[in-house]
């Protein structure tokens, strides 16, 4: 049974730090791009960064540039979001989701579960 966990979620004052997790079972990720996307409340869903399946292409909503990087490990199955410098319009449910092989706006077949980040002083 394909699924993404994520993980790494938390409260984190302004300025801070998080790394988040998006872990998959049931399938391998090498074939797959993954996104990772974000949902406050009151607002739509919108995509952060995505990393085709080789790694060679990666992309940034605007807002995050500079702050976020997008990473992943296939020998662990696994992809990473760093977060830097969070500000409080960071604060949202993250999501990770996977479509095959690059990234585009649509097209994401498998989703996680969400990890809460919350950023306030």
């Known amino acids: 049974q394909l699924q993404l966990v994520e993980s790494g979620g938390g409260l984190v004052q302004p300025g801070g730090s998080l790394r988040l997790s998006c872990a998959a079972s049931g399938f391998t990720l090498e074939d797959y791009a993954i996104g990772w996307f974000r949902q406050a409340p009151g607002k739509e869903r919108e995509g952060v960064s995505c990393?085709?399946?080789?790694?060679?292409?990666?992309n940034y909503v605007d807002s995050v540039k500079g702050r976020f990087t997008i990473s992943r490990d296939n020998a662990k199955n696994t992809v990473y979001l760093q977060m830097n410098s969070l500000k409080l319009e960071d604060t949202a449910v993250y999501y990770c989701?996977?479509?095959?092989?690059?990234?585009?706006?649509?097209?994401?077949?498998?989703w996680g579960q969400g990890t809460q980040v919350t950023v306030s002083s």
């Open positions: 990393i085709s399946s080789s790694g060679g292409s990666i």
């Open positions: 989701a996977v479509r095959r092989y690059v990234c585009s706006t649509v097209g994401f077949t498998s």
